[in-house]
Structure formats: structure tokens, C-alpha cells
């Protein structure tokens, strides 16, 4: 369902409505800090705590009632609404969808369009980027995004289906949208940023596991991608990040196409300083977008496939 209609944006989205109750609560916890002078540390990261549990729990609790009650009524439904539930989950086509539409505007030679597509997607400063770095930057949020849009969610929810999927993507969009180490967050979003390094801490590190093994499977059809480098950068960079999970799938992905990704860049015109991953083999090119995404959707397949084959393993062991 996913690579067929991906995240609809004409219809309500469950992850919209989890950003909105994280809006609601930060504005109501947190309130205005500009300003505001002797703020208490302490009891932002407290009530940061509190906003984290609140999010948690009531995403829990809805998204097992809705299955609950569809599973009352009729089987049929309720395997119906798990599985729209389950494709709400996962995010492979619209990254690629948003990942390429900065690709087809750079083909146009459209840089402002390109600069501005690419803004939808990453949290930097568009504005200075030229053509390769807005290629680089591109390929960086599929890679990364590899394990925490898709991989990961596929993994938690193979374990614990849509609740503990629907918990997995709060826990994520809380860190995305608190896990800031700036003046306003850097304390009510501290238990958010942390509690999403431990739920993609295994994750993270499977995903570029994974990912090297599509690698492998995709030097057998083309030439463009490395799995010997894959491994090699990946070993020696996949903690270049300041988040110990960031790196992992990017290092990977460097390694397979040959690029130099990371570095410095502009957040909220602020420089942030970054270590570089991978090695410059050659310049970045366009089409590097579509090969991260390839790599990408290759990486899901081989998840799904072993997911189905150790879920049959287990229903064998379960029925012998």
C-alpha cells in the first residue's frame, strides 16, 4: 500500500494529529521562554518528561482502541484497518517522492525551485546551498531517513504491530520536532532527543547492515554502487554525528556512492559544525538522488523478506 499511494495529503494523517498534540502540549508545558530570564532547567526537563509520557501513552492507547474495536465488529475490517494503520507507518514513497522532486527541478537547472523543494525535506538552511550541495543534501535525508522512516518502523511494528509502530514514529516525531539543543529546547526536549537515540540505537545499526546487503544485490544489475567501500566507510565513520545512530545508514550510503557527505552547515542561519562522512571518489551528480532512493527501497525489500521469513519460522516452531 505504501509504494502505491504512499502518504496521502488530500486525507487526515495519524502523524499530523501526534504533531498537533505535541504542538499543544509544548505551547501549554513550555509557553513563551524569549526573554524570559532565570528559567528554571530543571522543571523544563520535567515537564519535558511529562509531554514525552502524555504523547506516548495516549498514542498507544487510541491506536489500540481502533484496533480493538475494528477486530469486535469483523475480522475482515479489523485486518483492513491494520493494514491502512501499518501504511501510515511507513514513509519509503513519499521520501522518494520528496527526494526526487528536488531532483527534477535541479534536471530543469532550477536552482531556487530545487533549493526550495529540498527545504521541505531537510532542517538546514537552503538558501547559499549551489547545485551539488543541494544534491548532497538530498541524498544525506534519504540515507539517514532509510532507518528512521522506514526500516526502523518496519522492524518495531513487525514486533508489536501498529501500537508499537505508532509508538516508535511519536517517540521519532517528538525528537524532530523538541530535540533541538538551542536556547528554547535544549532542556524541555532533552528526554525526547534521548529517548529516541535508544529506541534507534538497534535499529540504526541493523538498517546499515541491511543496507550494505542491498548493496550488495544492486552491484549485481549496476556498476554504480560499492559494497566493499560501503562497509569500509561505514565501519570506520558510522559515529561521525553528534547522534550516535545518525551516521549509520549515511556512512553507508557514502561508502556505496563514493561521496563525501556531512560537513558544516547552516541551521537557523547559525554554522553548525559537522564531521564529514565518506570519501570525495568523484563529484555529485544528479542522479546520486535516485541511486540513494534505489538503495533505499532495495534495503526495505530485504527487511520484508526477512521479516516474513523469521515470522514463518516462528509460526512453524509455535504449531509443531
Known amino acids: 500500500m505504501d509504494q502505491i499511494i504512499g502518504d496521502p495529503y488530500n486525507i487526515p ?23 524570559i530570564p532565570d528559567r528554571n532547567a530543571g522543571k523544563e526537563k520535567r515537564r519535558g ?38 501504511c501510515y507507518i511507513l514513509a519509503a514513497r513519499s521520501l522518494c517522492k520528496e527526494s526526487m522532486a528536488v531532483s527534477k527541478e535541479l534536471k530543469k537547472g532550477d536552482i531556487p525551485a530545487a533549493r526550495y523543494s529540498l527545504s521541505m525535506i531537510v532542517g538546514r538552511d537552503t538558501a547559499e546551498l549551489n ?31 501498529p501500537v508499537l509502530g505508532f509508538l ?28 529516541d537515540d535508544v529506541f534507534n540505537f538497534l535499529p540504526s545499526r541493523i538498517s546499515a547492515l541491511l ?18 567501500r560501503a562497509a569500509t566507510v561505514w565501519k570506520r565513520d558510522r559515529l561521525n554525528h553528534r547522534s550516535p545512530n545518525s551516521a549509520q545508514t549515511e556512512s553507508v550510503c557514502a561508502g556505496a556512492l ?20 565518506g570519501d570525495e571518489k568523484r563529484k555529485a551528480e544528479i542522479r546520486d538522488v535516485a541511486r540513494s532512493n534505489n538503495l533505499m527501497f532495495m534495503t526495505e525489500g530485504i527487511t520484508v523478506f526477512l521479516i516474513l521469513i523469521i515470522s514463518a519460522l516462528i509460526y512453524i516452531a509455535c504449531n509443531f
Do not use: Q
Not at 259 to 277: A, E, R
Open 258 to 277: 563514493g561521496l563525501k557527505l556531512g560537513g558544516p552547515h547552516l541551521y537557523g542561519g547559525v554554522m553548525v559544525d559537522k564531521p564529514f562522512i
Open 131 to 161: 547545485g551539488e550541495e543541494i544534491i548532497k543534501a538530498a541524498v544525506e535525508t534519504v540515507s539517514e531517513n532509510t532507518s528512521d522512516g522506514v526500516i526502523a518502523p518496519l522492524i518495531y511494528t513487525a514486533i508489536g504491530g
Open 49 to 86: 518528561v511529562l509531554l514525552w509520557f502524555i504523547v506516548t501513552i495516549t498514542t498507544c492507547l487510541i491506536t489500540f482502541l481502533v484496533l480493538f474495536a475494528a477486530y469486535i465488529i469483523n475480522r475482515y475490517l479489523g485486518l483492513a484497518i491494520e493494514a491502512i494503520l501499518t
Open 13 to 35: 494523517h495519524p502523524i499530523r494529529y501526534i504533531g498537533n498534540l505535541i504542538s499543544v502540549l509544548e505551547k501549554s508545558l513550555l509557553g513563551k521562554t524569549k526573554g
Open 168 to 195: 516508535y514514529k511519536a517517540v521519532n516525531t517528538m525528537d524532530s520536532m523538541l530535540g533541538y539543543k538551542n536556547d528554547r529546547f535544549e532542556n524541555f526536549g532533552f528526554f525526547a532527543a534521548k529517548a
Open 211 to 228: 543496507m550494505i546487503a542491498g548493496t550488495l544485490v544492486l552491484r549485481l544489475f549496476s556498476r554504480d554502487y560499492d559494497p566493499v
